[in-house]
């Protein structure tokens, strides 16, 4: 087989295997655990030795389903940060802008104190939740929970939000249910033609690439649409490489050739769809050329693109955030969603829609009720039969549960404009991961009291008034649904460090003080989840069938899984769809601009995104030696003509400004972006924050920010 890949990761499989043969000193202790970081929950042993005064620590992978007994270079060192001496050990208390050590009792007391006051003076919706898809989903059902029935506010969000919310809306209106993927990873080795758009999975879920390259070997033609060249698009047969936020034009040209040149698919169209009429009308407005000057991309490439994906027997769709994160993600994805059901590639083997999760519960933390507008199992908070079902199920009355909330950055400037008064994060770093970054910060100062939940004093709990202490994925056990939508199990293998504590105990804690004890009386991850499998029972994510016991003995269940004796559904849509009718929503979409536009003074795209040894804010990675050793600082990409024209060389510090703010960082001059565009990853905070840049505007249907385009400039920082 020809290697058509740079596998980092393949080497690094081959290092932990050769570990995994030498013998272990009979002091070890084996941590049996899943990667903290992405969707892929890569199962693996961390095995700690005592080596005279010193202690050792390292990590073998571990067969899963998904993983197929794989780790990236992440996985192998994500032990470095959750045992690095920088964890917060205490609660802790700022006390004249110092952080001072707590005892427990005093930090839960200060929350009743101040949550209290806060409602009493400021109405019960002054206290907001932002909450993440890092959490189990134990810990995001109580989220949830514990917004409604112990806070009673209506504002709870998460930092999904900023992730999956385009593909979750996407999935909800066109497929009837928001399941990342349709089918299950082992059929991708079936599928003659994928397309993989705004996805590097090379970089964000490496251990993925197998069933690509195995797919490849198979005689799978790969199409990718991405500005830049990345370790995913050295699997490309074509590679498209397309104007920053213009693929839902991108896709018009691709569903005129594949209507004109006959490759739909009619049966599947009128059997298993509505809405094609309305999509063909408009494909007649489509102009190949227009497509061609607004995307950047030439008309043979769209047409060969085209009928390559049309004529294939079997085919795939893959997106991530870089067709999502944009003013119009939710659309920009239905129409990729329209490929899939106008050639009737989905619900077979070979065929389906993946839009690939990202953080290690990206899935689940959607399903279990701790979103804005949605109750448990999927279910809507403005359903009065779905509001009186979880009513029952937390013994509470249905007029009390809170209605509908708003999104996370939209709380955010709730926030700014003194409306939340006080904001309770957990697992999540709003300040540097938040658009228009400055805004946030502004606001976050403003409140009456800030909690923080984390790990480490990230840049967002440097500004809290109470820090508590959590504990970390060694030490945390409960369920994590990955990419495919299998529900998994992480046994929490270590004891918590210092006085940290796990989210969900926090959670029952506080409930505890504020006079909530009834509801939230849980001794274990698993009682939470038993309680979470009634709740989502009859929902559009249905867990009641699954149990600890029966994720471990088969190595994970799919969702949905309605029984005790259901097997779980790996792929979906095979007769029907999830709408009412039973039918997939096929819809016309504009050919869509980003909402910021380069002009005179902001002449480049910039779009943001990912590095392979570094995991979303940093906070993590940053403290893990030899991921740091790797990628030790932020980076500009830049084409060397755009460079040239600017005064910018290789590798020096250069200024990157917006219309909000500016950042410094050094320069990398390479051929493997386009001319009119410049990327920064997102990894790092302070000076090198990239979203001081990005700006405020969010997708009208999903809420999601355009983290993927926005206007700037360029310039040597000593000019
Ligand atoms: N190493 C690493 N892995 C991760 C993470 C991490 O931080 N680091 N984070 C995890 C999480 S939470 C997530 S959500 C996923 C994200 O996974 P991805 O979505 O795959 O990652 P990104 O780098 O954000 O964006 C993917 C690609 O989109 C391209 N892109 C940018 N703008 C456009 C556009 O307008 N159109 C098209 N077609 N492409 C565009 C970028 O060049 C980039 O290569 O990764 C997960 N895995
Ligand atoms: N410009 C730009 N901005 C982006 C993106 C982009 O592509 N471009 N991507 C967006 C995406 S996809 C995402 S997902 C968001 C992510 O944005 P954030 O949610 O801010 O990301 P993290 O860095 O994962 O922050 C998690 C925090 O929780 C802590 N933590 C880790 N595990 C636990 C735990 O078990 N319990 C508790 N209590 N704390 C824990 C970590 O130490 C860290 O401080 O960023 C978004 N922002
Ligand atoms: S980062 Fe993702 S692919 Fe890498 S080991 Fe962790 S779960 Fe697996
Ligand atoms: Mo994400």
Request: proline residues 5%.
């Amino acid at each position: 087989m020809e290697m058509v890949l740079d596998h980092r990761w393949e080497r690094v499989r081959l290092m932990v295997g050769l570990q995994q043969q030498k013998n272990l000193s009979e002091q070890a202790s084996r941590m049996s655990t899943q990667c903290p970081f992405c969707s892929v929950q890569c199962k693996m042993e961390v095995i700690e030795e005592q080596a005279g005064d010193r202690k050792t620590f390292r990590v073998l992978p571990v067969y899963n389903p998904a993983s197929q007994g794989r780790l990236c270079i992440k996985g192998v060192y994500g032990h470095q940060h959750a045992l690095h001496p920088d964890r917060v050990l205490y609660p802790m208390r700022k006390v004249n802008g110092e952080f001072v050590r707590i005892s427990w009792p005093d930090a839960l007391e200060l929350i009743r104190e101040q949550f209290t006051q806060i409602q009493q003076e400021d109405g019960l919706d002054a206290l907001g939740v932002y909450g993440a898809a890092t959490v189990t989903n134990e810990v995001a059902y109580l989220l949830g929970k514990f917004a409604r029935v112990a806070l009673k506010t209506k504002y709870i969000d998460y930092n999904g939000r900023y992730c999956m919310s385009a593909a979750a809306s996407a999935g909800m209106k066109a497929f009837g249910m928001d399941r990342g993927l349709t089918m299950e990873l082992t059929d991708i080795p079936y599928s003659q033609c994928i397309i993989l758009a705004g996805t590097n999975i090379a970089e964000c879920q490496p251990t993925l690439i197998p069933y690509f390259t195995k797919a490849k070997e198979n005689g799978c033609y790969i199409i990718i649409i991405d500005p830049r060249e990345t370790g995913t698009t050295k699997l490309a047969d074509l590679h498209l490489k397309v104007k920053p936020g213009m693929d839902a034009a991108l896709v018009n040209g691709l569903l005129k050739v594949i209507w004109e040149e006959g490759y739909s698919d009619p049966s599947f169209i009128a059997e298993r769809t509505k809405g094609f009429e309305e999509l063909k009308e408009h494909l007649s407005t489509i102009d190949l050329d227009d497509i061609e000057e607004i995307t950047g991309i030439p008309v043979e490439q769209i047409q060969q693109a085209a009928r390559l994906f049309g004529q294939s027997k079997t085919g795939m769709v893959f997106t991530a955030r870089g067709v999502e994160q944009h003013t119009d993600g939710h659309m920009i994805v239905r129409n990729f969603m329209n490929l899939s059901l106008i050639t009737g590639k989905i619900g077979k083997k070979g065929s389906g829609y993946g839009a690939i999760t990202g953080q290690g519960n990206g899935q689940g933390a959607r399903e279990q009720g701790h979103k804005a507008d949605q109750l448990p199992g999927y279910r809507s908070i403005e359903d009065p039969d779905h509001r009186a079902y979880i009513a029952k199920v937390w013994g509470v009355h249905e007029k009390d549960i809170p209605g509908k909330g708003v999104s996370a950055y939209e709380m955010l400037e709730k926030v700014h404009q003194k409306e939340i008064t006080g904001l309770f994060v957990m697992c999540s770093n709003p300040v540097v991961s938040s658009p228009n970054a400055s805004l946030v910060e502004e606001g976050l100062n403003n409140l009456k009291f800030l909690v923080v939940v984390d790990l480490f004093v990230s840049e967002s709990a440097r500004m809290a008034d109470l820090i508590l202490p959590a504990s970390s994925y060694l030490e945390n056990e409960g369920t994590m649904t990955n990419v495919e939508g299998r529900v998994t199990w992480r046994p929490g293998s270590r004891e918590c460090p210092g006085e940290a504590k796990h989210d969900w105990q926090i959670l029952c804690e506080m409930a505890r003080v504020l006079g909530k004890e009834k509801h939230f009386s849980f001794s274990s991850a698993g009682e939470i989840f038993n309680e979470l499998r009634v709740a989502s029972r009859g929902g559009i994510a249905d867990y009641y069938g699954i149990t600890y016991d029966r994720i471990k003995q088969e190595d994970g269940v799919y969702w949905p899984c309605p029984s005790l004796d259901h097997p779980g559904e790996g792929r979906l849509f095979e007769k029907t769809f999830a709408n009412p009718d039973g039918k997939a929503e096929i819809i016309a979409v504009a050919n869509h601009f980003p909402k910021e536009q380069t002009d005179e003074n902001f002449p480049l795209y910039l779009t943001t995104g990912r590095v392979m040894y570094h995991y979303l804010t940093g906070v993590q990675t940053r403290r893990s030696p030899s991921l740091k050793a790797r990628e030790k600082e932020s980076f500009l990409e830049i084409h060397p003509n755009t460079a040239n024209k600017f005064g910018i060389e290789d590798a020096i510090l250069v200024k990157v400004e917006s219309r909000r703010g500016s950042m410094v960082v050094r320069s990398k001059v390479t051929e493997s972006i386009r001319e009119d565009t410049v990327f920064l990853p997102m990894h790092w905070g302070d000076l090198q924050n990239v979203n001081k840049l990005t700006h405020q505007e969010l997708d009208p249907v999903c809420k999601m920010p355009g983290f993927k385009v926005c206007a700037v400039r360029v310039g040597p920082l000593n000019k």
